[in-house]
């Protein structure tokens, strides 16, 4: 098992820039695919980004493609989303989210087997 704390939420306005980052602790020698999800009040949860564990293979949502940038630091236990170019749309909270290896990168949240509690990024106009 493992455990996911995400941090690095916070509020920027339309067109900034934020980080976010996911500790990982517990079974961490599993070589997990990790993702990134996010969800607004009164919407379901939605893919954002996936990484394997070398990095290798990468996954976004076609509504942050060129804007949001996953990565990994094995070494450190911790997966990055780096996000620019924010718009109001990308207000929600964002969750990471680990699975066990697998060929394909899923964007299923049901496929991931443990997540974190979340963090608010609020984007102003």
């Known amino acids: 098992q493992v455990q996911l704390v995400e941090s690095g939420g916070g509020a920027v306005q339309v067109g900034g820039s934020l980080g976010l980052s996911c500790a990982a602790s517990g079974h961490t020698f599993i070589r997990y695919v990790m993702g990134w999800f996010r969800q607004a009040p009164g919407k379901e949860r939605e893919f954002v980004a996936a990484i394997n564990w070398s990095g290798s293979r990468i996954l976004y949502a076609d509504s942050v493609k060129g804007r949001f940038t996953i990565s990994r630091d094995n070494a450190e236990n911790t997966v990055y989303l780096q996000m620019d170019m924010l718009t109001p749309e990308d207000t929600a909270v964002y969750f990471c989210?680990?699975?066990?290896?697998?060929?394909?990168?899923?964007?299923?949240?049901?496929?991931?087997?443990?997540w974190g509690q979340g963090t608010q990024v609020t984007v102003s106009s």
């Open positions: 989210a680990a699975t066990l290896p697998r060929s394909l990168l899923t964007t299923r949240a049901r496929e991931y087997d443990y």
